[in-house]
């Protein structure tokens, strides 16, 4: 395992799995593509569940002056506030023994997620998931779980919660 693929959407649970690729790549030498998607279509009816609420939130935290479903909503203005979160998540964990490198995907978070995987040759997926109840996983789906079901190489999932971070603690 040599390229590790970490989807990210900022959260507790992603910058864990970060944290725990991190550890795998020491070991490895390996490599990590730290990976956002955005899905930048506007909210529609048939957009639903998890990506809904995604949009929508991503809405709302855009730079100020655009407005996810509104017609002059700047795509390239939001690619550029990624980038700065992508690169802020690098500078704080990265390692000199550990190369990262960033990406930006539009669409549907776990369909570009494993179509990533699938282009350049990935050889583990590794992402946090939130832990959502069986009543919410229902009803709302869940990108990783999407990905476990879809991705041609291992997922690793990675719970914010979880007290095994870091590999190399459990030896």
């Known amino acids: 395992m040599r390229h590790l693929l970490v989807p990210t959407d900022f959260s507790e649970s992603a910058h864990a799995a970060l944290q725990y690729a991190v550890g795998l790549c020491k070991d490895l030498e390996g490599r990590i593509t730290l990976l956002h998607v ?17 949009n929508l939130s991503r809405t709302l935290s855009s730079p100020s002056g655009s407005a996810g ?11 550029s506030v990624v980038q700065q979160k992508l690169d802020a998540c690098v ?21 570009k997620i494993v179509q990533y995987a699938r282009d350049h040759n990935i050889d ?3 992402m946090g998931t939130h832990g959502r ?10 990108v990783a779980e999407n990905v476990v079901r879809s991705a041609d ?15 190399a603690k459990q030896r």
């Open 38 to 54: 955005s899905h930048t279509e506007r909210v529609t009816e048939t957009l639903m569940g998890l990506d809904a609420i995604e």
């Open 69 to 79: 479903c509104a017609p002059s909503f700047n795509v390239d203005e939001l690619k």
């Open 91 to 111: 500078d704080a964990t990265s390692d000199e023994n550990v190369r990262i490198e960033t990406a930006f995907a539009e669409g549907r978070p776990s369909v």
């Open 124 to 126: 583990l997926i590794v």
């Open 133 to 142: 109840g069986p009543v919410a996983q229902f009803f709302l789906g869940s």
């Open 153 to 167: 190489c291992p997922v690793l999932t990675v719970r914010e919660n979880s007290h095994a971070c870091d590999p």
